[in-house]
């Protein structure tokens, strides 16, 4: 076999050729055989192994087109926005960066209340989850007496499902099939009897994966046929990007602030008839408990949710991710799946559903490992085949993964040796969780200007922030929603990075951020305490020049319905997404959409002029504090 200093050597002249004198100088090459040449200002090097060639001037090089340039990039791809890594948390980690290296800021440290990574913000392992994937990935340890029986008992039976009895093969596409049985064995368990075909669960990576796969299944056809999905706002980013990417048709139906961000049948409704004079209505999605709003959806409600879908043949994505993370005492957390049951026989043998649940939240919080699965209710037999198909695209979810995910179905048992040590950990995670949720929400209604649901479940705050007219005439000027201004000085002036309310949507007129409440609670204290004194300086930077406090507040409740009325001055990044989208819609459906327009403008202006007078009142109660 040629070596490459040979190819080189054979295919180029020697140096001392008469044949070939000039070429060599014409070109400018080096070698390691002959002296050194030296580099010219101004002059690129193309190298290999063996040779360098120098263009310059007199030698020029042309540089072909790119072929991908934004130009041609795929417009899907341009439309998609992920306010959870976007352009806040890029400028947090230059100035984390910045501080790495010696920079000076008015603090010391970037404090990431951006997204909802535990152990990132300083959460433990479960110490049995990581036993039990330790001895997955070297079973050389099962010798070891430093690990309990039954992690090893564990180890060895999900070693027994992989190929090779290797955590490093490949499995099936649907995930190791043992822990698929685990999974159903735990529905049956969590739903006190329903029962739960592991036939119909999917191991997956993340419950991003799963979502996505049952995306692209769902949406298809043009113009009015288009596929239209139900979020709500606010929402997690990732049903809008992913709607974005597949280009199907987003229908936002709004959640109830005043209400605790309960989900309302009547504006579901609402929502769902504008949406069918423009696509095809084909399926709704829930988050439960919700992200970022934090609230637990009563089962009364989830019932309404079903009952609808039943009626008007929608395909149900339940996103139940934050099961294990209800804080409240008044509120229960209840599996769509469950309720589905209860309603009866039609209902549970119609109505289809997928639920989705992941490693990443609860009381693990292991988002590096990317498990989760989801449970298929009531699918074509066909459409199954099709799935699977389109799951063995990308092979199979990592496997350590899925290892992982097997614990949190799989934990140890009241007789088991791991037991009580689980137990302890399990329930400690969760009541620090329960204990910043009720202090997150107590310290944020103590702004003035601030209002803040309870935090019943989930990882998040999501408060609803008074931003006086003149920083809403700078955000504008600035070409950005008011929120990302706030959250931009937030960031620069304190180190604190949180996601602007936009990023998420929200009603016209209205401004919020999101905030992790996984900080340790003397961090979490610390981020708090520099949230209040920077929320007083921007009210005071950006209120009337001498203006008093009282003077402010009444200011308040005039802005917040002057700004109902006027729809669409401040622009949120909802709302310029959902101008993309209603362009795209335009051109489809041309004066069709025009008509429904004029109709949801009516609708939402009697809208906001109603919120309005809400809002004045809730202004008037900030007031007091």
Known sequence: MLRLRDVVQR??????????????????????????????PGLKRFSTAEATVQTGPGHPCRMREKSLTMASLSPQVKAVEYAVRGPIVIRAGDIEKRLQQGGKESFTEVIKANIGDAHAMGQQPITFLRQVVALCCYPEL????SFPEDAKQRAQRILQGCGGQSLGSYSASQGVECIRQHVAEFITERDQGVPSDWNNIYLTTGASDGIMSILKLLVSGEGSGRTGVLIPIPQYPLYSAALSELDAVHIHYYLDEDSCWALDIEELQRAYLSAKQLCTPRALCIINPGNPTGQVQSKKCIEEVLHFAYEENLFVMADEVYQDNVYSADCHFHSFKKVLYEMGPEYFNNVELVSFHSTSKGYTGECGFRGGYMEVLNMDPRVKEQLVKLLSVRLCPPVPGQAAMDVIVNPPREHEPSYAQFIKEKSS?????????????????????IKCNPVQGAMYAFPRIFIPPRAIQEAKARSMAPDMLYCLKLLEETGICVVPGSGFGQREGTYHFRMTILPSPEKLTVLLGKLKEFHLRFLEEYSREGAPSSS???????????????????????HREEGAQSSSLHREEGAQSSSLHREEGAQSSSLHREEGAQSSSLHREEGAH
């Open 11 to 40: 295919s180029v002249p020697p140096r001392n050729s008469p044949l070939n004198s000039g070429l060599w100088q014409r070109a400018g090459y080096k070698t390691q055989l002959g002296p050194q040449v030296t580099e010219q």
């Open 429 to 449: 995670v969760l009541d620090v969780l329960a204990q910043k949720a009720r202090l997150t929400e107590q310290i944020l209604n103590s702004f003035p200007g």
């Open 142 to 145: 099962l010798q070891s007496p």
């Open 552 to 574: 402010l507040h009444r200011e308040e409740g005039a802005q917040s319905s002057s700004l109902h009325r006027e729809e669409g001055a401040q622009s949120s990044s909802l």
